[in-house]
């Protein structure tokens, strides 16, 4: 709730806000497809060069997870520390670092926690592979049950069953005989 | 059934015993406490001022020599007022602490050391939380063991309180001793 609170408040505090507030409808409907943009607030204080940067820096604030308020990349909190995290960022992109690179720098710091991409080693192994190696457990499973399940099926009928489902199937009385 | 087809039944209910070990496992952990991916690092490279003098530059080789603490704290936070009184009663008994006042303002900070008591030997200034961002400082307080060689070995996030002092730090500290002399 407090961080809804947050929110609210940072909303009001853009200059843009209160002015479209007081425009009525029209504002308010701006006001909340703005809103629809969880990005709007962290890239406003943001000049890029270029679409390319900014993209890349939406990108690579959405891939990290903000230490303090878990559960929120560092584009979604408003913590102090995710707006050290974003300004680095940004600051990063400016000197002209690879992507890697700053993903790197955060690993190296926060550890593998601060990237919600795990990254692939040994101990990573069971959550990227896990499912794969269940799946065809079960699948190996599934195939032996069934083969061994056809081959309790007798394969033919006898001929006095045969003779039966004639009956049967003809629907002549010798049977109820 | 022959037997090799009971061994293969088995083996779910053998994998949903291991998932209920993490599981459990998992349970126990508080996931807001997160390692450090600085432990048996040395500390990494800065240039700050300290908090008493802005004019006195400090780096990594002047917390250097003696087994050491590094405490992150803010007079913004509540916690480490918590266990200022630890820090104190710890630097009464000899143990070298060096500060990080972490995104703070120094007037304040210095206002907090004049009134409740100064136990630290140096203080770093990091207003703007930059070394904090190297050391990988996630929420003030916390506090960092050091190594003669400035080598972090250990970190606690949260109050320094007596439990925490015996159970985490002291046996590391005998370690390092008992590996050094």
Redesign the interface.
Known sequence: MNALLRRVRAWVSIPAVPALLKGGLRGMLILVLLMASPLFAAINAYEFKDPAQEQRFRHLIEELRC??C?NQTIADSNA??SQ??RQ?VYTMLEEGRGDAEIIEFM?????D?ITYRPPVKPATWLLWFGPFVLLA?VAL?VG?WIRRRARQIPPELSAQERERLRLLLTGSGEESK | MSRRLSV?LA?PLAGFLVLLWFLWRGLGND??L?????IDRPL?VFKAATLDDPGRIVTPADLKGDIALLNVWATWCPSCRAEHEMLRGLASQGVIIYGVNY?DERDKALDWLHTLGNPYRLNIDDA???L?????V??APETYLLDARGVIRYRHVGVLDDQVWRENFLPRIRMLKGASG
């Open positions: 230490p303090k878990q102090p520390l050290d995290l680095r690993v190296a710091r926060y550890g926690f457990a499973g032996i | 293969l083996l996931p807001s997160l390692p450090s991916a600085l990494p995104k703007a939380g930059q904090g961002i190297d050391l990988g996630y929420g």
